[in-house]
């Protein structure tokens, strides 16, 4: 007995958002080659972006998102619409269960994106957990302190957070203390309790969000993207003939 073909609702259901990424592309004609030339992102990774086959990490999403001209969300999970109408909705509301959001990976952080059907919101919300231990993980990913336009809310959950940030000393947060504090200074997330440190964080870009996606540009991404570029071949001098 064949199986019973998957319906248009289904089939959307399974959609990644890589595939999202493979759609817009295409809907704009763009290629590989030119995705990569506007976001400095090497074509091997890019393809397998959109074949699910690389995690696809914040900083990827905002690079991607620039590239292609469209909300990062809408790169996770599009937006409702107005029927015949391109705007979204207005009077807007959310609600999240346990379990849901959308998951996005990197080796210093395990973070999910709530509300993320709503466009061009104020401020994105994460729940996080972290990974990295040391300054010496966090820098090996991110070559550096993390900076970005705006300011950021950070809620500890459960564990211990180590917060390291340019102009002030190390600072420890238990679990029920909070933080606000402008993203432009240069700052990290770092575990500091055996047990997982979880928090509830809120971005909030200061200005427009293209400021965000320059300021926030592939740190992980590039230090990825060169890691998979070969070194060019010593060229062999032509023997003269005598």
């Avoid at 074949?51 to 996770?76: H, N, P, Q, T, Y």
């Avoid at 679990?175 to 979880?198: I, K, V, W």
């Avoid at 010593?234 to 003269?240: Q, T, V």
Wanted: aromatic share 4%; charged share 30%; hydrophobic share 35%.
């Amino acid at each position: 007995m064949s199986a019973r073909p998957a319906t248009p609702k289904e089939t959307e259901s399974r959609s990644t958002p890589g595939d999202t990424i493979r759609a817009i592309r295409k809907k704009l004609g763009l290629t590989l080659n030119e995705v990569g030339r506007r976001t400095g992102m090497a074509v091997s990774t890019l393809s397998k972006l959109e074949k699910g086959r690389v995690s696809l990490s914040f900083d990827k999403l905002l690079s991607i998102s620039k590239a292609l001209g469209v909300d990062m969300a809408e790169l996770i999970e599009p937006a409702p619409h107005h029927e015949g109408s391109s705007a979204p909705l207005r009077g807007r509301r959310v609600v999240q269960r346990a379990g849901e959001g959308q998951l996005v990976e990197t080796r210093s952080y395990r973070q999910v994106y709530l509300a993320t059907e709503l466009l061009h919101k104020r401020m994105a919300p994460i729940v996080v957990e972290l990974r990295a231990r040391t300054l010496d993980e966090f820098r090996e990913e991110f070559g550096g302190l993390i900076r970005h336009p705006g300011e950021e809310f950070v809620h500890v959950l459960t564990g211990e957070l180590e917060f390291h940030s340019e102009l002030y000393a190390p600072l420890r947060l238990a679990a029920g203390d909070s933080m606000y504090f402008d993203s432009e200074m240069g700052h990290a997330y770092l575990n500091a309790s055996d047990p997982p440190c979880t928090l509830v964080c809120a971005c909030s870009p200061r200005g427009r969000e293209e400021s965000v996606l320059d300021t926030f540009m592939g740190a992980s991404e590039r230090h990825a993207a060169n890691q998979e570029v070969p070194p060019p071949r010593p060229r062999r001098a032509k023997a003269r003939k005598s």
